[in-house]
């Protein structure tokens, strides 16, 4: 959370950002560093390596733990509401304060309210040109309908859940703050096998996890008839009816169907001032300021796009939409179109696996071409770390 986007659109972005929240912070890191070493059983990853919630997908996290020959299964709270996102590799774990956080650090045990456990039924196939991230916003408006405050989501369903690979459903149990929840949790089944061999889980473990999850009545097999638990509540969602979507314009459960982007746009425009309104004269609508940038003749209206960040621990842990973002820039430059210059573009992932294979594809090369260059690895714009405008800009602003 602590790298900021001071610079971005050149190559040396990465350097230059990190450099600069060294410098920031370096009394807290001087304070990691020496605690690391001055205390049993603490680990710190060093800034640069990732959004926390993705390191602890692809690296810390165990599934089923194995200590002086007992085995339990993996817990974790975290300090951060976005922890929930492995819930989707069947760990239960959700973002607590600071002073429960100390209390489980110092071994004590975290007392709370038994929870309601909301079953959500997912049936049948996402469509060609919807993304996962079309899907966390539709599950985020039904659930907060639903009323999901203090509650555990279960997703079920061998059909629907089982055509989601993990990544994707990272992106949903990432998604678990911003539809009110405490948990939204994925059941392990062989697509969570699957991905622990991915991220190099020897078969070793992979077996040992899968047998003592079976032996526990933990594990859903696909191929066998499904006798579901009894919920608190159920909801159910054919993923056929899930289109392409928009969160905005300000809250990120109001979700816009794409092809109604245009018309809710001019309708908040003019509404009063609220979550969908801004209540601006329609007279002034079309109003045009223009403005010198950097001797480029340059305008805004109201709904110029003038930051736009690939980010978030949401998204850029989901190589189908980071590909998709790339494939997207490639496209853009094979047409003869450019972002304006006056964009302030950028590229921060949750992971250095997604610079590798954004490289290794040959995409990077376009997402540079057209500004977005690699910032930093952390939450940066999602946050509000986004840096400032240009002062420019800013005064059309």
Same mark, same amino acid.
């Given at each position: 959370?602590? +790298?900021?986007?001071? +610079?971005?659109?050149?190559?040396?972005?990465?350097?230059?950002?990190?450099?600069?929240?060294?410098?920031?912070?370096?009394?807290?890191?001087?304070?990691?560093?020496?605690?690391?070493?001055?205390?049993?059983?603490?680990?710190? *990853?060093?800034?640069?390596?990732?959004?926390?919630?993705?390191?602890? *997908?692809?690296?810390?996290?165990?599934? +089923?733990? $194995?200590? !002086?020959?007992?085995?339990?299964?993996?817990?974790?709270?975290? #300090? !951060?509401?976005?922890?929930t996102m492995i819930n989707s590799l069947g760990v239960a774990g959700w973002g607590v304060g600071g002073i429960e956080a100390m209390a489980a650090m110092l071994g004590q045990p975290m007392s709370m309210v038994l929870p309601g456990v909301v079953g959500f039924k997912l049936t049948?196939?996402?469509?060609?040109?919807?993304?996962? #991230?079309?899907?966390?916003?539709? *599950?985020?408006?039904?659930?907060? $309908?639903?009323?999901?405050?203090?509650?555990?989501? @279960?997703?079920?369903?061998? @059909?629907?859940?089982?055509?989601?690979? *993990?990544?994707?459903?990272?992106?949903?149990?990432?998604?678990?703050?911003e539809y009110g929840a405490t948990m939204g949790f994925f059941p392990v089944d062989q697509v969570a096998l699957d991905y622990l061999r991915l991220i190099g889980r020897s078969d070793e473990t992979v077996s040992m996890i899968e047998a003592y999850l079976r032996a526990n009545n933990m594990f859903v097999d696909c191929n066998e008839p499904? #006798?579901?638990?009894?919920?608190?509540? !159920?909801?159910?969602? !054919?993923?056929? #009816?899930?289109?392409?979507?928009?969160?905005?314009?300000?809250?990120?459960?109001?979700? +816009?169907p794409l092809k109604e982007m245009k018309s809710d746009w001019h309708a908040c425009l003019g509404n009063e001032v609220g979550f969908k309104g801004y209540a601006v004269p329609k007279e002034q609508h079309n109003k045009i300021v223009k403005f010198d940038f950097h001797g480029q003749p340059a305008e805004i209206t109201h709904g110029s796009v003038v930051l736009a960040a690939v980010c978030s621990s949401t998204n850029s842990s989901n190589p189908s939409v980071m590909i998709g973002a790339g494939l997207v820039a490639k496209k853009a430059c094979e047409l003869g179109l450019e972002v304006k210059p006056w964009v302030k573009t950028s590229l921060a992932p949750g992971s250095l696996v997604v610079t590798k294979y954004l490289e290794h594809s040959g995409l990077q090369e376009y997402l540079n071409h057209q500004g977005f260059h690699l910032v930093g690895y952390g939450c940066t714009t999602c946050i509000g770390n986004s840096g400032d405008l240009d002062k420019s800009l800013s005064d059309a602003i």
């Open positions: 959370h602590s +790298v900021r986007v001071d +610079v971005a659109k050149c190559a040396d972005a990465l350097k230059q950002n990190m450099d600069l929240e060294f410098s920031r912070n370096k009394e807290r890191f001087s304070f990691f560093k020496w605690a690391s070493s001055a205390f049993n059983n603490m680990l710190v *990853l060093p800034p640069g390596s990732g959004i926390l919630h993705q390191v602890n *997908l692809e690296y810390l996290s165990r599934v +089923v733990f $194995k200590a !002086d020959g007992v085995l339990y299964p993996d817990s974790v709270v975290g #300090t !951060d509401s976005h922890t049948g196939k996402l469509q060609d040109g919807v993304t996962t #991230t079309d899907l966390a916003l539709t *599950l985020t408006q039904m659930l907060r $309908k639903h009323g999901v405050v203090g509650k555990f989501i @279960e997703f079920h369903g061998s @059909e629907g859940v089982g055509s989601i690979p *993990l990544p994707a459903r990272a992106t949903i149990a990432n998604m678990t703050p499904q #006798t579901g638990p009894v919920y608190s509540s !159920d909801l159910e969602l !054919d993923l056929t #009816t899930v289109e392409p979507s928009v969160a905005g314009p300000k809250r990120p459960h109001d979700r +816009v």
